[in-house]
Structures are given as structure tokens and as C-alpha cells.
């Protein structure tokens, strides 16, 4: 079943002056299980699509249908209830709060999703553990090592139990040896049926996926499987 089946889509950014074509009648399709690695040069496109298959950003043509959903024109109201609980996300920057510490900062979405204290609490403790992060509960994100940082970051994507986990660079910040292990923990959670989609500008993070897709000024130019 197709998770994701996008069709002659695209996205300008127009200014006064200035009109800016990132993506250029991008045709891809992503099945519920897949792990996809997107790659290219900078400034191709990778992240606008990420954004726009993210349901953070609308493209401005062609189509979008998100697990059974068209969500290409979706007000953006619309766009975050869809998102909510379904799609998770993990940035190179880690993206996580310091006022808060980690068991707090894994715990947020369920907040969004008013999921009851004792439930929540309960999901925390069992995520943390599955992350080898539980004995920095009470820790704050700077007293964290990157790798440590990302593992919280993948704990609070996956806390909502999300069909979609999109990862931006997702080992970009880290060293060689931590970014093997934020990789074989993706794998592990692709094994256990989470769709990956991942931009990355390695090769060696790439090998890790079913397919590696291309993008070049906006197209793709490329879609490659494993063998």
C-alpha cells in the first residue's frame, strides 16, 4: 500500500523580484514500510519536499495523497490535525526545548494529544528504555553528549507511535560512531514497520535504505533500490 503517492508537484517561492523554483514536477511514490533516503546537492529541494511531505508547507501544483488522503490544497489547520500522532520528525539541529529536561521534552506530543498524566508517564518510562536513555530522565538537553541529544529527539518522534518518521540529516551533528548507532536505530524501527523517509548528504547513512531517490535543481534524476 502506497504511504505516500505524490504527482507532477511543485513549489515556487516568489519575492517582488525574485521567483524561485525548488521543486519541478516531482513524481514520487513511498510504500507503508519503506525506508527512502532523499539526496542531492544543497539547494536542490530535498528539504522543501521533507516540508511538503511533512504537511509543514503546501505545494503550489500538483498532487499529494497521504495515506488515503489528497492533502496538496489542505488549509494549514487542517494540515496539523492530519499530522498529529501520524508523522514524526528528526532534525540534524535536534530541535529540543532546554527549559525542559528529557523525559519532559519526550513527553510534549502526548501533552498536544491530551493524553491523560498517568498514560503519558507510563509511554515515557517504556520509550526511554527502549532508547538506553532512561538514566538521563532528569537531565536537560545541554547536559547531553549529540549523540544522547539525538536519541531523545528520535524518542519524542516515535512517542506518538507515528505511521511516517521524516529525518532531516538526522546524524549531520554527530560524530562517525554515534552516527552509526542513530542509523541502526532508524533501521530497527523500519524493521519494526515505521516508514522512513530521510534526507541526507551521506552516502554512507544512504546505504542504509531500500531506495535512494535523487533530486537534482528540483527534479528527481534518480530513483535507485537496493539490491
Not at 528520535?154 to 505511521?163: H, K
Request: proline letters at 3%; a neutral charge; charged letters at 25%.
Amino acid at each position: 500500500m502506497e504511504m505516500i503517492k505524490i504527482k507532477n508537484l511543485n513549489k515556487v517561492f516568489r519575492t517582488d523580484e525574485v521567483e524561485t523554483v525548488a521543486l519541478d514536477n516531482v513524481n514520487l511514490e513511498v510504500a507503508k514500510g519503506e525506508f527512502v533516503a532523499v539526496m542531492g546537492p544543497s539547494g536542490c529541494g530535498k528539504s522543501t519536499l521533507l516540508n511538503i511531505v511533512g504537511l509543514l508547507d503546501n505545494p503550489t501544483g500538483g498532487s499529494y495523497n497521504l495515506m488515503g488522503h489528497e492533502v496538496a490544497e489542505l488549509k494549514e489547520k487542517d494540515r496539523t490535525r492530519l499530522r498529529k500522532g501520524k508523522i514524526g520528525f528528526v532534525f540534524q539541529s535536534f530541535n529540543l526545548i532546554d527549559e525542559l529536561n528529557v523525559a519532559e521534552n519526550v513527553e510534549l506530543p502526548l501533552i498536544y494529544l491530551g493524553i491523560g498524566a498517568g498514560e503519558r508517564k507510563r509511554r515515557v518510562d517504556e520509550m526511554l528504555k527502549r532508547m538506553s536513555i532512561s538514566h538521563r530522565a532528569k537531565h536537560f538537553p545541554q547536559q547531553l553528549s549529540g549523540g544522547q541529544q539525538q536519541r531523545v529527539a528520535i524518542a519524542r518522534a516515535l512517542i506518538t507511535n507515528p505511521d511516517l518518521i521524516l529525518a532531516d540529516e538526522p546524524t549531520g551533528n554527530l560524530d562517525s560512531k554515534n552516527g552509526v548507532e542513530v542509523m541502526d536505530l532508524l533501521v530497527e524501527l523500519n524493521r519494526q514497520g515505521t516508514t522512513i523517509v530521510m534526507v541526507t548528504h551521506s552516502d554512507r547513512d544512504a546505504a542504509y535504505a531500500h531506495r535512494t531517490v535523487s533530486l537534482f535543481d528540483g527534479s528527481v534524476v534518480a530513483d535507485i533500490r537496493s539490491v
